[in-house]
């Protein structure tokens, strides 16, 4: 039995939120995302209670793909509706002398430390803008904001002596000590 599956999503006011076959699409104020569900869980719309309630097929209990597929399934619904609602957003920070970060048109230009700069294809959803060295990306979609910010920091990720790199603004770089010379 999931603890996370079995819980009540609640809905907004300000949300549409409508089930087609295998189909989640949800609407609010910062967009629309959809998403299908896998085979073996059941979404199930309540409207007395103003919710959406997630199951799986009790014919297919045992398995275990199912159960696992349960919660996951909940737990992106929910995120999808907080994504609609308020939207995700995270901050980067460009670390290094010169190193600097620009949005030119639909592109992130990225300027740290290699001979070309580098260019990012910003995806279509997504809000990214820079202030000095901080990067704010945002966007209703949870997964598309982490997986650029994730692509954004395996650019350059920060090495332990200097500190320099693309890392998230709240990460915590431990420096290593470097090479000790004379006695």
Known sequence: MSRIG????????????????RTVSIQGPMGTLTMSYPDGVVVRWDEAEK?????????????????ADWGTARALIQNMIVG????????????GVGWTA??????????????????????????VSVEKTFVKIAGPDKRMVG???????????????????????????????GKQFGS
């Not at 079995?6 to 076959?21: A, M, T």
């Not at 949005?103 to 809000?127: C, E, F, H, R, S």
Request: charged content about 35%.
């Open 6 to 21: 079995k819980k009540k999503i609640d809905v907004p006011g300000n949300v549409k939120f409508s089930l087609k076959e």
């Open 51 to 67: 919710g959406v309630f997630v199951a799986i097929d009790e014919s297919r209990a045992e398995e275990r793909q199912v159960r």
């Open 84 to 95: 609609v609602t308020k939207g995700y957003e995270k901050t980067m920070e460009v670390v």
């Open 147 to 177: 997986q650029f910010a994730a692509d954004m920091r395996a650019k350059r990720k920060p090495e332990p002596y200097n500190g320099k790199g693309v890392k998230y603004a709240e990460e915590v770089i431990k420096k290593k000590a």
């Open 102 to 127: 620009a949005v030119q048109g639909t592109k992130l230009k990225l300027v740290v430390g290699y001979a070309n700069p580098i260019m990012m294809d910003i995806p279509t959803g997504l809000k």
